[in-house]
């Protein structure tokens, strides 16, 4: 019960017929009720420090319709109540009573990032898969979708690589990420080329030399969705791809 100069805010409703009471002992509070009857009464209630109006009642809300709402708040949001209790004397209806309030929403969990890394350790070498393959969280396509196969890696014995030819590999991301490690190896050429994409605009390209050997290789930025690797004259192959994903800032993260 509240008048414009006194807000009520609702911090929680509890699953049990909530029960509510109010006081007003610093100063009196005015509350206008208005009865249903034709014409309608208007009665004035005013209370003193010395005799303060107590109110004590069993408050049964029934919605007409259940509707399921999840709320992901980043901003404040300000919720207005208004609504009117129904007073009922001996089941009849005798008075309507209004309350006003407003509910304040805020301060959402900022989402931690998460460094994920896929490998292919699982596999065997010569294992074949159709382009594009999904594997971990990644997909991975080759020009003109040929197969793909698994390798061994030289530079480290018992390490399952996959390969890929000299047209390139494409490695997707199912949502945008940042600062992309990329663990490849190249026996043929003098090196490879990396390009990075953000929902299909190129933002960041390098060259790497790479020549019988094992690098690792630094994509940077953020928003990257694709990278895309060309050359190594059907000698090279990757051997793990890590990359950071979620936390402020990064669009489309997962659930």
């Given at each position: 019960m509240a008048t414009e100069e006194r807000k009520v805010t609702i911090v929680a409703w509890p699953k049990e017929p909530?029960?509510?009471?109010?006081?007003?002992?610093?100063?009196?509070?005015?509350?206008?009720?208005s009865f249903e009857e034709k014409p309608p009464a208007h009665v004035v209630i005013e209370t003193s420090k010395e005799k303060p109006l107590f109110v004590d009642m069993d408050m049964k809300v029934t919605p007409t319709k259940t509707i399921p709402v999840c709320l992901k708040?980043?901003?404040?949001?300000?919720?207005?109540?208004?609504?009117?209790?129904?007073?009922?004397?001996f089941d009849r209806p005798?008075?309507?009573?209004?309350?006003?309030g407003l509910t304040r929403v805020y301060n959402c969990r900022e989402e931690e990032e998460r460094y994920t890394c896929v490998d292919f350790t699982e596999f065997k070498p010569?294992?074949?898969?159709?382009s594009p393959w999904d594997h971990g969280e990644?997909?991975?396509?080759?020009?003109?979708?040929?197969?793909?196969?698994?390798?061994?890696?030289?530079?480290?014995?018992?390490?399952?690589?996959l390969g890929f030819p000299n047209e390139g590999i494409r490695v997707e991301f199912p949502w945008?990420?940042?600062?992309?490690?990329?663990?490849?190896?190249?026996?043929?050429?003098?090196?490879?080329?990396?390009?990075?994409?953000a929902d299909g605009a190129l933002i960041a390209q390098q060259n790497v030399e790479i020549h019988n050997e094992i690098k690792e290789v630094l994509v940077e930025g953020s928003g990257i969705t694709a990278i895309e690797i060309r050359g190594g004259g059907n000698?090279?192959?990757?051997?793990?791809?890590?990359?950071?994903?979620?936390?402020?800032?990064m669009k489309g993260d997962s659930e």
């Open positions: 909530a029960l509510l009471e109010h006081r007003f002992t610093d100063r009196p509070c005015r509350v206008s009720v708040v980043c901003e404040p949001i300000c919720i207005k109540s208004d609504y009117t209790i129904g007073v009922d004397i005798v008075a309507n009573i209004k309350i006003r010569g294992q074949v898969f159709n990644l997909r991975f396509r080759t020009a003109g979708n040929t197969p793909l196969r698994t390798v061994g890696s030289g530079g480290t014995p018992g390490t399952t690589a945008p990420v940042r600062d992309v490690l990329m663990t490849v190896a190249s026996y043929a050429g003098k090196g490879l080329s990396f390009f990075a994409y000698e090279s192959s990757i051997l793990r791809v890590c990359f950071w994903s979620g936390g402020p800032g």
